[in-house]
């Protein structure tokens, strides 16, 4: 089998539609057993004052935005969804549609904060976890 370059791999994807690479994505993380998702900075939490219980001591900070239901306006939820992932539309309305679910896993704080804000912006109930 050849070896294809970099130029040579990009020019292969850019034929595809969204849907092909989608499923190429989905092959390539089973295959490889690695997930594709984009890396997330963390900033480390400062050291607590004086004598602070260990519990307050570590800060969370990895956040989880649950969709607990998508409201009134399903179809503006589901841009929104589609907005803060890099889901396809039919992998958003299916997460939108089967509500309670997990929308970002493993975020910082400010992520969580905005996607929250936004989803409850277009109607739907999140929670923070």
């Known amino acids: 089998m050849a070896t294809l370059s970099t130029e040579e ?3 292969a994807f850019k034929e595809l539609t969204l ?15 690695v997930t594709a998702a984009a890396p997330v900075a963390v900033a480390a939490a400062g050291a607590p ?7 307050e001591a570590e800060e969370k900070d ?17 841009k929104e969804v589609r907005g803060l992932t890099s889901l396809g539309l039919k992998e958003a309305k299916d997460l939108v549609e089967g509500a309670p679910k997990p929308v970002l896993e493993k975020v ?17 109930t999140v929670t923070l976890k």
């Open 19 to 33: 849907i092909e690479l989608s499923e190429f994505v989905k092959a390539f993380e089973e295959t490889f057993d």
């Open 49 to 55: 004052a004086g004598g602070a219980p260990a519990e």
């Open 62 to 78: 990895a956040f989880d935005v649950i969709l607990e239901a998508a409201g009134d306006k399903k179809i503006q939820v589901i």
């Open 108 to 124: 910082n704080k400010e992520t969580a904060d905005k996607a929250k804000e936004a989803l409850e912006a277009a109607g739907a």
């Open 9 to 11: 791999l990009l020019d």
